[in-house]
């Protein structure tokens, strides 16, 4: 399995600020994904990411609130921009090779 | 449209008291159900990937199994390490590859 790491771990955030996330692969992976985990809540997808292409959002997310960079085959990041405290998650990117879909340990994001 | 539905929420055991989990899917095509195992303030952790309909898989003190309509994840004589939010996703087949996830089962196992 690929190992994922992420980083901020976690960080709190003045409202109106933005921040982005890190998520270092130690293999070549086709495909990232950026996940959001609400407190108490379940993981929904924001967005995949392939290298050299853009970003594909799905429903309710969109590029200029979450753009991501996908620059090489092992490395992308994910921004939350112009943050509100409703943006207060867990942030999480993910990668999947041959049926296995690893999680990094997420980013505890608080925007006070 | 791709729907993951898991029971129950919260589950509450005994120590060596066996029992299951429940998992059901409306998707366009299986590709995969994934089930997942999250500690507090972790990322998910990978536990087994099903295929096809009668498959089973196994890990220590969990077996899933899966049907064309549902997944179980049953533990035996689970201990209180096993305490932890269990999460079910299916996978479509589709071009998009994504997981779709359910609410997740919270598991707790008291001494």
């Known amino acids: 399995s690929a190992v994922i790491s992420q980083k901020p771990s976690r960080d709190i955030c003045q409202r109106g600020t933005s921040l982005t996330i890190q998520c270092q692969v130690d293999?070549?992976?086709?495909?990232m994904f950026w996940y959001r985990q609400q407190p108490g809540q379940s993981l929904t997808l924001i967005a995949t990411?392939?290298?050299?292409?853009?970003?594909?959002?799905e429903s309710g997310f969109v590029i200029d609130k979450f753009p991501i960079s996908r620059p090489n085959l092992t490395f992308s990041t994910l921004t939350v921009s112009n943050m509100s405290p409703e943006d207060s998650s867990i942030y999480l990117c993910?990668?999947?090779?041959?049926?296995?879909?690893?999680f990094g340990s997420g980013t505890r994001l608080t925007v006070v | 449209e791709d729907q993951v539905t898991q029971s129950p929420e919260a589950l509450r055991l005994q120590e060596g008291e066996s029992s299951s989990l429940n998992c059901s899917y409306t998707v366009s095509g299986l590709r995969g159900l994934f089930w997942y195992r999250q500690d507090p303030g972790k990322g998910p952790e990978f536990l087994f990937t099903?295929?096809?309909a009668g498959e089973e898989k196994e890990k220590e003190r969990l077996k899933a199994t899966l049907t064309k309509k549902e997944s179980f994840l049953h533990i035996t004589a689970p201990k209180p390490e096993d305490s932890a939010t269990y999460l079910c996703a299916v996978q479509a087949m589709d071009s998009s590859y994504k997981l779709i996830f359910g609410s997740g089962t919270r598991l707790l196992v008291r001494p």
């Open positions: 990411a392939n290298q050299g292409s853009e970003a594909t959002y």
């Open positions: 099903l295929y096809s």
């Open positions: 293999s070549q992976v086709t495909m």
């Open positions: 993910s990668v999947g090779q041959g049926g296995d879909y690893t």
